[in-house]
C-alpha cells in the first residue's frame, strides 16, 4: 500500500521460499526501488534515464551475478514512467528465472499503480 509520503513496501515469496523485501519510492520525475533478499540492505546500483524514448543507463555499484537483471529493471521502469529510475538490488544467492519473474511483475504492478495509476486520475482531472 502506498503511504502519504510515496512509499510502497512489499514482501515477495518466489517459488523457491526466497523472501524478497521491495520498497518503491515514488517522486514526481521517478521511481526509487530497494530490492534485497531475507534484508534490509544496499546492494548493487543502476540507474536509468528516460527522456524523448530514449534510455540511458549506468551501473553504479556492478553485481556478480545479476547485471542483466538489475539493468532491465532500470530501464524498463524508467521507460513506462518516462522519468528517472534507480534501482538498488541485494540478494544472497543467485536467482533463477522463475524468481526473476516474479520480482518483475510485482514490481510492474507497482509501477502501473503508482505511476500510471497518477496520469489516469491526472488525466480525469483535466476532463473535469
Known sequence: M???????VRKIVTE????FILKCLSFEN?????????????????VSITASNKSTTATVIP?????VFINTI????????NGICIVSFYSTNQLNLNDMKAIMGEIMNIVEDIHIGDDRKAEAGHRR
Open 2 to 8: 502506498l503511504n502519504a509520503n510515496g512509499l510502497e
Open 16 to 19: 523457491s521460499q526466497k523472501a
Open 30 to 46: 521517478g521511481l526509487f526501488i530497494l530490492l534485497a533478499e531475507g534484508a534490509d540492505r544496499i546492494g548493487s546500483l543502476a
Open 63 to 67: 553485481s556478480k551475478h545479476h547485471s
Open 74 to 81: 532500470s530501464e524498463k521502469v524508467s521507460s513506462m514512467i
